[in-house]
């Protein structure tokens, strides 16, 4: 028998302050947190930290039941990056799931919402940024082209997704803003300028990636909606495993395109090869791997699809000049 589990947050503070979940706090900086929460419903890893006007949360979880979480007691406009896995958020009027290597952008009305879901066995790890009431006034008045059509949805207070509820695929370049702002307590006192400057690039590219939509359906070799989106899938299908990457005629079969409109496509969209996603993806992945893990050059090599160190070590000196135990050391 299947069994499910609803607990709110403050059931989680509750059992951790009484001692029926086991938390370990550690402070890596004055404004960072880490738990770790642990029993026998599966393990829940969280960080947060903040600058003067965002919250950064990093969440990574695996529960061995159904899990429903509910009763959040705030809400503001922010930034849903999904890293791996599955996360669910159950509305009165509808389900919206999202799963590893997609990204959101909005303001969720918590009347709306009845509460966010793990699937048993399912593991979860995503990034959220939550822009600040102070600072959302600040972007409109700075950047009013870009931003006060998202300030105005905002101020309604109604439940909004920027790009009309579509999730994106999340980009190397988004996923290499994600791993420098992960990693810039490294820089001391000027980490909070530097943070707050990536999660400003974070924010551009996902608002440019919805503009970016918009221009690839009407004017960029696509000729309906569901040709772009099997663009997107045959990228999604070639980044889901490094180990067993499709070629162009498999992923031509797989999304229901020829290679050539497959090719094609892949330029128009995404401005670079099938080729050249493929790398840049992989060396995105290794600057994190090797920025926030103490995994060997041989691990990250084979987590990254290279058979042989010296393969992967030539490929990221031909991106970055530097190999990765040099690129390690400088870090």
Same mark, same amino acid.
Request: proline content about 2%; glycine content about 6%; hydrophobic content about 35%.
């Given at each position: 028998?299947?069994?499910?589990?609803? +607990?709110?947050?403050?059931?989680?503070?509750?059992?951790?302050?009484?001692? =029926? +979940?086991?938390?370990?706090?550690?402070? *890596?900086?004055?404004?960072?947190?880490?738990?770790?929460?642990?029993?026998?419903?599966?393990?829940?890893?969280?960080?947060?930290? $903040?600058?003067?006007?965002?919250?950064?949360?990093?969440?990574? *979880?695996?529960?061995? *039941?159904?899990?429903?979480?509910?009763?959040?007691?705030?809400? /503001?406009?922010?930034?849903?990056?999904?890293?791996?896995?599955?996360?669910?958020?159950?509305?009165?009027?509808?389900?919206?799931? +999202?799963?590893?290597?997609?990204?959101?952008?909005?303001?969720?009305?918590?009347?709306?919402?009845?509460?966010?879901?793990?699937?048993?066995?399912?593991?979860?790890?995503?990034?959220?940024?939550? @822009?600040?009431?102070?600072?959302?006034?600040?972007?409109?008045?700075?950047? &009013?082209?870009?931003?006060?059509?998202?300030?105005?949805?905002?101020?309604?207070?109604?439940?909004?997704?920027?790009?009309?509820?579509?999730?994106?695929?999340?980009? &190397?370049?988004?996923?290499?803003?994600?791993?420098?702002?992960?990693?810039?307590?490294?820089?001391?006192?000027?980490?909070?300028?530097? *943070?707050?400057? =990536?999660?400003?690039?974070?924010?551009?590219?996902?608002?440019?990636?919805?503009?970016?939509?918009?221009?690839?359906?009407?004017?960029?070799?696509?000729?309906?909606?569901?040709?772009?989106?099997?663009?997107?899938?045959?990228?999604?299908?070639?980044?889901?495993?490094?180990?067993?990457? &499709?070629?162009?005629?498999?992923?031509?079969?797989? @999304?229901?395109?020829?290679? /050539? =409109?497959?090719?094609?496509?892949?330029?128009?969209?995404?401005?670079?090869?099938?080729?050249?996603?493929?790398?840049?993806? =992989?060396?995105?992945?290794?600057?994190?791997?090797?920025?926030?893990?103490?995994?060997?050059?041989?691990?990250? $090599?084979?987590? /990254?699809?290279?058979?042989?160190?010296?393969?992967?070590? $030539?490929?990221?000196?031909?991106?970055?000049?530097?190999? &990765?135990?040099?690129?390690?050391?400088?870090?």
């Amino acid at each position: 028998m299947k069994l499910s589990l609803d +607990i709110s947050v403050r059931d989680l503070q509750d059992l951790a302050q009484e001692g =029926k +979940i086991s938390v370990n706090i550690e402070n *890596r900086l004055v404004d960072l947190h880490q738990k770790q929460l642990k029993n026998k419903f599966g393990y829940m890893n969280y960080n947060n930290f $903040a600058t003067s006007g965002f919250l950064i949360e990093e969440v990574d *979880r695996l529960f061995s *039941r159904d899990i429903q979480i509910s009763g959040f007691e705030r809400t /503001c406009f922010s930034m849903h990056f999904m890293l791996d896995g599955f996360l669910g958020h159950k509305f009165k009027n509808k389900d919206i799931s +999202i799963e590893g290597c997609k990204n959101y952008a909005g303001y969720i009305n918590l009347d709306n919402l009845k509460h966010v879901y793990d699937k048993q066995n399912l593991y979860s790890k995503f990034i959220m940024i939550e @822009v600040k009431d102070k600072t959302m006034l600040e972007l409109a008045n700075k950047y &009013p082209d870009s931003f006060s059509d998202v300030y105005y949805n905002y101020l309604k207070g109604d439940t909004f997704f920027v790009n009309n509820d579509s999730q994106q695929t999340t980009t &190397p370049d988004m996923l290499h803003a994600i791993s420098q702002i992960r990693n810039s307590w490294l820089l001391g006192s000027a980490n909070d300028i530097y *943070r707050e400057s =990536k999660i400003l690039e974070l924010l551009s590219l996902q608002l440019q990636q919805g503009k970016e939509t918009i221009i690839d359906i009407n004017q960029n070799g696509c000729n309906s909606i569901g040709e772009f989106e099997k663009i997107h899938e045959a990228k999604r299908l070639l980044l889901a495993d490094m180990n067993n990457t &499709p070629t162009i005629p498999e992923l031509s079969r797989h @999304v229901g395109l020829n290679e /050539c =409109k497959l090719k094609y496509g892949f330029r128009k969209v995404y401005n670079q090869t099938v080729f050249e996603c493929l790398y840049d993806f =992989k060396m995105v992945l290794a600057r994190k791997l090797l920025l926030d893990t103490d995994k060997t050059v041989l691990e990250i $090599a084979f987590e /990254c699809g290279y058979g042989d160190a010296s393969n992967f070590a $030539a490929s990221f000196k031909r991106k970055y000049g530097v190999t &990765p135990k040099q690129f390690r050391k400088r870090a």
